[in-house]
């Protein structure tokens, strides 16, 4: 069995759709300045237009960057597409597959999002896999069953393409509400898809959790044994708050 000790700490910042060139070069400025390779893996997913800013400010750090989505096609007639091989040209690390606002804003299916981790994996990327119920699913009882059936073909992509991976559980209510999952809630699943990861022989693959994290709830979030980090949405935009998250 795969120890948490094994697995190394990662907080990865999702910016969505905010940012300026003047207000990111402060925020990218701060990240670097502060070297937190100390704490923890660090990074940020930008906006596309943003992947070069990001690219000259972090360049040399410890601070990794990466996208918000990535195409399931190499190229081709894919208007508003950008594609794996694109986003390695500006030294991304990371690309989001399966953002819960992906899944219900542009109705990308499982399948689809195992498409785009495939496809980001073939640029030599990694992506960070999202799954997460909505409210009325949670209530229902459904939670489990909604993570497994998401789950089912990034699984079945086997366990040498998991072993390139980061998953992250995000509950959609818990997205941008204010509420977060109590430790106890988000271990239950982490600790589900950590079960199903090590049936594959990738117990090691990393898993984060997501939704309204903070510097105040990081540390208990943290003390669970199967959450090996977080990624922060609109926390991520505040540098201090950011580095709080991430010393925690």
Not at 83 to 103: I, K, N, V, Y
Not at 198 to 218: D, E, P
Request: glycine share 12%; charged share 20%.
């Amino acid at each position: 069995m795969t120890s948490v000790e094994n697995r190394a700490r990662l907080v990865l910042g999702n910016w969505k759709m905010h940012g300026s060139l003047a207000e990111n070069a402060a925020l990218l400025d701060a990240l670097r300045a502060a070297d937190p390779a100390s704490h923890c893996e660090i990074g940020v997913c930008v906006p596309f237009p943003y992947l070069a800013q990001a690219a000259s400010a972090l360049g040399g750090s410890s601070v990794s960057w990466g996208a918000q989505d990535v195409s399931a096609h190499a190229k081709g007639a894919y208007t508003g597409e950008v594609s794996g091989a694109m986003l390695s040209e500006f030294g991304c690390r990371w690309a989001l597959a399966g953002h819960s606002e992906r899944r219900s804003l542009h109705g990308e299916t499982d399948q689809a999002v195992a498409d785009k981790a495939r496809a980001a994996l073939d640029a030599g990327l990694t992506p960070v896999v999202c799954v997460g119920e909505s409210l009325a699913e949670r209530e229902g009882g459904n939670t489990l069953g909604v993570i497994e059936r998401q789950l089912e073909p990034i699984l079945a992509l086997g366990a040498d393409a998991l072993a390139r991976m980061v998953l992250a559980y995000e509950p959609v209510w818990a997205i941008g509400t204010g509420r977060t999952a109590t430790p106890e809630q988000a271990q239950e699943v982490h600790g589900a898809i950590r079960v199903a990861l090590r049936g594959l022989g990738a117990g090691q693959v990393r898993v984060l959790y997501g939704g309204s994290v903070k510097a105040a709830n990081a540390a208990t979030l943290f003390a669970m044994p199967d959450i090996d980090g977080a990624l922060v949405g609109g926390a991520s935009l505040v540098a201090d708050e950011f580095l709080r998250i991430a010393a925690a």
